[in-house]
């Protein structure tokens, strides 16, 4: 949606910029592109993607700045910078294709790998921990609570008794014996795999961090550009510009989100599930 997002940030040639979650720099190009004086300060917690991005951004080299952290210590980062309020603040939330195509990283039951998926490889705990260490009773909670899985019980009872779980292989096999047969829409594993990732990377509370210093990040007139894939996620940020707007401080811009068109998702059928939601600061704190 990368159209989308630079409507909705009214990017000014002059303008400073943040990309929370820079990834392999997409969004990020398509912004400096429009920059002539302006900058644009580009963050993400994954190691590899950084590598990525800067070689894909060299050409904007005088007008960046990529910076290893997570877009919960929003605060932090500026204050290293010394970065005053910008004219627009972006979050592409979720896992990139980047990592969902390495099966090493092991966020996917597409290839069989390491029951790995941290974004960031020196955080301490891994899925595969969770998933052979975590009482029954434990993971089941984060099954139903991450994936809205509704069999959360049966299909943690089913990995318990199946350890040690050995791969992402051995784990949707675990999971997808747990479905009773018939057609469905997604994978039967796929649920559990959202669980445990955002479990792992600590998603739902980084987000929550991150949102409550949106307002203090952008400038009178700057606006916050939010890309969320599943439904805890577009909650969080519906209700932060909500709350926002009730204080007087945000205008939400989009009433209902913002939604890819049947071109892009034709294209990269990722993106069918990616809601935009957008504000502009209009008061101070």
Same mark, same amino acid.
Request: glycine fraction near 8%.
């Given at each position: 949606?990368?159209?989308?997002?630079?409507?909705?940030?009214?990017?000014?040639?002059?303008?400073?910029?943040?990309?929370?979650?820079?990834?392999?720099?997409?969004?990020?190009?398509?912004?400096?592109?429009?920059?002539?004086?302006?900058?644009?300060?580009?963050?993400?917690?994954?190691?590899?993607?950084?590598?990525?991005?800067?070689? %894909?951004?060299?050409?904007?080299? $005088?007008?960046? &700045?990529?910076? @290893?952290?997570?877009? *919960?210590?929003?605060? #932090?980062?500026? +204050?290293?910078?010394?970065?005053?309020?910008?004219?627009?603040?972006?979050?592409?939330?979720?896992?990139?294709?980047?990592?969902?195509?390495?099966?090493?990283?092991?966020?996917?039951?597409?290839?069989?790998?390491?029951?790995?998926?941290?974004?960031?490889?020196?955080?301490?705990?891994?899925?595969?921990?969770?998933?052979?260490?975590?009482?029954?009773?434990?993971?089941?909670?984060?099954?139903?609570?991450?994936?809205?899985?509704?069999?959360?019980?049966?299909?943690?009872?089913?990995?318990?008794?199946?350890?040690?779980?050995?791969?992402?292989?051995?784990?949707?096999?675990?999971?997808?014996?747990?479905?009773?047969?018939? %057609?469905?829409?997604?994978?039967? $594993?796929?649920? &559990?795999?959202? @669980?445990?990732?955002? *479990?792992?990377?600590? #998603?739902?509370? +980084?987000?929550?961090?991150?949102?409550?210093?949106?307002?203090?990040?952008?400038?009178?007139?700057?606006?916050?550009?939010?890309?969320?894939?599943?439904?805890?996620?577009?909650?969080?940020?519906?209700?932060?510009?909500?709350?926002?707007?009730?204080?007087?401080?945000?205008?939400?811009?989009?009433?209902?989100?913002?939604?890819?068109?049947?071109?892009?998702?034709?294209?990269?059928?990722?993106?069918?599930?990616?809601?935009?939601?957008?504000?502009?600061?209009?008061?101070?704190?």
């Amino acid at each position: 949606m990368v159209a989308e997002v630079l409507h909705y940030l009214a990017v000014q040639p002059a303008g400073v910029y943040l990309d929370a979650t820079v990834g392999t720099g997409g969004h990020a190009e398509a912004i400096l592109a429009r920059l002539t004086t302006g900058r644009l300060i580009g963050v993400d917690r994954d190691p590899m993607a950084l590598e990525l991005a800067q070689e %894909r951004l060299r050409p904007y080299a $005088a007008k960046l &700045t990529l910076v @290893a952290g997570t877009f *919960a210590r929003l605060a #932090e980062i500026r +204050e290293r910078l010394s970065l005053d309020p910008v004219d627009g603040l972006l979050a592409d939330l979720g896992v990139s294709s980047l990592q969902l195509d390495a099966p090493e990283r092991g966020f996917s039951f597409q290839q069989a790998g390491p029951v790995d998926m941290r974004m960031s490889p020196t955080d301490a705990v891994t899925a595969g921990d969770l998933v052979n260490h975590l009482p029954e009773v434990e993971l089941a909670e984060i099954l139903r609570r991450y994936g809205e899985e509704r069999a959360a019980r049966r299909i943690a009872r089913a990995i318990v008794r199946a350890r040690p779980i050995r791969d992402t292989g051995h784990l949707a096999q675990v999971v997808v014996g747990t479905q009773h047969k018939g %057609r469905q829409k997604l994978h039967p $594993a796929t649920r &559990t795999f959202l @669980a445990l990732r955002i *479990a792992v990377n600590r #998603e739902l509370e +980084e987000l929550e961090q991150f949102l409550r210093r949106v307002p203090t990040a952008i400038k009178l007139g700057g606006r916050v550009v939010v890309l969320s894939y599943h439904s805890l996620e577009d909650r969080l940020v519906k209700q932060a510009f909500r709350a926002g707007a009730a204080a007087g401080t945000l205008r939400i811009l989009t009433r209902k989100p913002a939604r890819p068109v049947a071109a892009e998702i034709r294209a990269n059928p990722r993106a069918r599930s990616a809601k935009l939601r957008a504000a502009e600061k209009v008061a101070e704190n």
